[in-house]
């Protein structure tokens, strides 16, 4: 079955580098997605690929099967929920079931 | 920055009426998806949609569930005959490509049926 595993909560102190770990069991995916959702917001696409990436404080891993997100000197402003998701070409994604992140100042 | 746009951002709805959830996807974009999220669970797959039909469906998406385009900006769910079960967050995104480049997604619609 096509599943995206993420734990489900991760806890840091601010200014630490948190790191969020995916993997994926999604037939034919090799694109990562992670998406940070505040509620009553839309989900905000962070950073994307098929490679290692880098978009401001946010670094994507990559493997064929699993990536982290790590959020650099992460501060409280970034509790929210992560989602993993992966495709492939022209698929739809397949969705983690999200990880909030809790940050303790 | 462009945005997807959804409204209603709230449906309350009595069972067994019907709901239409609309989008308004960005313009340029091609690929049109419908997801789901029930309260605590994951964000499911629903529908995707290209070049006028229905290119892919999950198993939720059944003969109740229909999509359309009516008039080339707006891309709407209709759920004919609502259950208690379709109480969710439905959230509509758009992209310009298959999905390479990852999705725009819209704030969603909270639907409660009672």
């Known amino acids: 079955k096509d599943q995206v595993f993420q734990p489900s909560t991760v806890a840091s102190s601010e200014g630490a580098v948190v790191e969020i770990f995916c993997n994926h069991s999604v037939s034919n995916a090799y694109n990562f997605f992670w998406y940070l959702h505040f509620p009553g917001c839309a989900p905000r696409l962070l950073v994307k690929?098929?490679?290692?990436?880098q978009q401001g404080r946010y670094n994507m891993t990559y493997e064929r099967f699993s990536s982290s997100l790590l959020i650099l000197q992460v501060r409280e402003a970034d509790a929210a929920v992560y989602y993993c998701a992966c495709g492939a070409a022209g698929n739809k994604l397949t969705f983690g079931g999200g990880t909030r992140v809790l940050v303790k100042p | 920055e462009p945005e997807v746009t959804q409204t209603p951002s709230h449906q309350v709805t009595q069972m067994g009426q019907e709901v239409i959830l609309r989008c308004v996807p960005i313009?340029?974009?091609?690929?049109f998806y419908w997801y789901r999220q029930i309260l605590g669970q994951k964000v499911e797959f629903l529908v995707s949609f290209y070049n006028n039909e229905i290119s892919e469906k999950s198993e939720i998406f059944d003969d109740q569930f229909s999509v359309e385009r009516p008039d080339g900006s707006n891309f709407t769910l209709k759920i004919r005959s609502t259950k208690l079960e379709d109480s969710a967050m439905y959230f509509c995104?758009?992209?310009?490509?298959?999905?390479?480049?990852?999705?725009?997604f819209g704030s969603g619609t909270r639907l409660t049926v009672v």
């Open positions: 690929g098929s490679k290692p990436s």
């Open positions: 995104a758009s992209t310009s490509t298959g999905g390479d480049y990852g999705y725009t």
């Open positions: 313009s340029n974009h091609l690929y």
